[in-house]
T-cell receptor, first 113, second 113 residues
């Protein structure tokens, strides 16, 4: 049973527009959420994170929103750039765990010029 | 600064052969270390994690094993590979269990024929 779900396997966006990547979770014990970006044949790179005590975190063009009541988080990228094209993974950490992250299956973002 | 290395970058092995993948971290001490696998069309699955030398925890039962002979070295092994062991293997580290962001290595692409 998947605890972290990314229901959209792919997303296509025009350059300059907003990209919205969604993630849902089922475990109420998650206390920290992260987004990673991954290019083919490379390891994921950390993008942005949010603690469960917050509902928004912003870093440049990237903003993560957390809706705890809906068990939903989203990553907004604005404006989107062709270099943002990659697979984006949502991950969550359970309170008290040894830092273990549970990942979604990823969403492939394509930003078209 | 900290860096994480994995080798080999790619590997093609016959079914039934042994496996040894190595991961080393530089620039930090006593990190938490993790092995993940990304199978085709799937997310990142945590296989093993280690909070110290000789301390290994397994997340899923499988054909693989892990060892941590030195503080900054993490090894993934198998005595006899299966076809289902094919995938992209990623090593990650974090400073300790209180740190949430994990940093990934470049990965090893394993193909079992």
């Amino acid at each position: 049973d998947q605890q972290v779900k990314q229901n959209s396997p792919s997303l296509s966006v025009q350059e300059g527009r907003i990209s919205i990547l969604n993630c849902d979770y089922t475990n109420s014990m998650f206390d920290y959420f992260l987004w990673y970006k991954k290019y083919p044949a490379e390891g994921p790179t950390f993008l942005i994170s949010i603690s469960s005590i917050k509902d928004k975190n912003e870093d440049g063009r990237f903003t993560v929103f957390l809706n705890k009541s809906a068990k939903h988080l989203s990553l907004h990228i604005v404006p989107s750039q062709p270099g943002d094209s990659a697979v984006y993974f949502c991950a969550a950490k359970e309170v008290g765990s040894q830092g273990n992250l549970i990942f979604g299956k990823g969403t492939k973002l394509s930003v078209k010029p | 600064s900290q860096t994480i290395h994995q080798w080999p970058a790619t590997l093609v092995q016959p079914v039934g052969s042994p496996l040894s993948l190595e991961c080393t971290v530089e620039g930090t001490s006593n990190p938490n270390l993790y092995w993940y696998r990304q199978a085709a069309g799937r997310g990142l699955q945590l296989l093993f994690y280690s909070v110290g030398i000789g301390q290994i925890s397994s997340e899923v039962p499988q054909n693989l094993s892990a060892s941590r002979p030195q503080d900054r070295q993490f090894i993934l092994s198998s005595k006899k590979l299966l076809l289902s062991d094919s995938g992209f293997y990623l090593c990650a580290w974090t400073r300790d269990s209180n740190n949430n962001e994990q940093f990934f290595g470049p990965g090893t692409r394993l193909t079992v024929l």
